[in-house]
């Protein structure tokens, strides 16, 4: 955390968990382990709610062009721009 400004944070954890963390982290990496886990946990929550939020926002009526698969769609448009110089493309 070298260059970062840090401030001390107090929470309760479940004994075993904190035995767990001072049985395999070095004291001095015991506050980068948590901070980590903690960014991987928030970034994880933060694309769920993304997630579910933007779940349903997709409508295939507008998308005709999809009505066979977007594999197919894919495959057609690599298909029809192949031959062409790049920047054509």
Known sequence: MA??????????LPVDL???MKR???RREQSK?????LR?????????RALD???G???EEPH??????????VRDMRRSTRGRPVAER
Request: charged share 35%; net charge negative.
């Open 40 to 48: 991987r946990e928030l970034k994880r929550m933060q694309l769920r």
């Open 24 to 26: 395999v982290v070095p």
């Open 18 to 20: 904190l035995d767990e």
């Open 33 to 37: 382990v948590v901070a980590a886990a």
């Open 57 to 59: 926002a997709w409508r």
């Open 3 to 12: 260059g970062t400004e840090v401030r001390q944070a107090n929470f309760l």
């Open 64 to 73: 005709p062009e999809l009505e066979r698969g977007t594999d197919q769609y």
């Open 53 to 55: 939020e933007s779940f």
